[in-house]
């Protein structure tokens, strides 16, 4: 397992940008982002194999959000854009060994960040 911490979260309108960053203390070659509405379960949001560099996105987020890595710095991002306020809830950083090609599970995730709240106003 690995730690992983968020940043970045906040409040924003309908229509803006946020970046979440999440540090990881070590590697993982499958590094994902998951969401969490109030009285929601948790959803995947998108995912990066670290060694190929391969992502995927669900499709409610397609062409909106983008997922990108920093290896030498551990660090994942996940660039928001066109936020709607159904994008809102807390946005969870996680990591495993590998990654599914054309799915993400919380299941298959072995470590988990605390969390980081974005909320999204109309």
């Known amino acids: 397992q690995v730690d992983l911490v968020e940043s970045g979260g906040g409040e924003v309108q309908a229509g803006g940008s946020l970046r979440l960053s999440c540090v990881a203390s070590?590697?993982?070659?499958?590094m994902a982002w998951f969401r969490q509405a109030p009285g929601k379960g948790r959803e995947g949001v998108g995912s990066?194999?670290?060694?190929?560099?391969?992502?995927y996105y669900v499709d409610s987020v397609k062409g909106r959000f983008t997922i990108s890595r920093d290896n030498a710095k551990n660090t994942l991002y996940l660039q928001m854009s066109s936020l709607k306020p159904e994008d809102t809830g807390m946005y969870y950083c996680?990591?495993?060994?590998?990654?599914?090609?054309?799915?993400?599970?919380?299941?298959?995730?072995?470590?988990w960040g605390q969390g980081t709240q974005v909320t999204v106003s109309s």
């Open positions: 996680a990591a495993v060994g590998h990654c599914r090609v054309d799915d993400i599970r919380a299941a298959d995730f072995t470590s």
């Open positions: 070590g590697y993982r070659t499958c």
């Open positions: 990066v194999n670290n060694a190929f560099g391969e992502t």
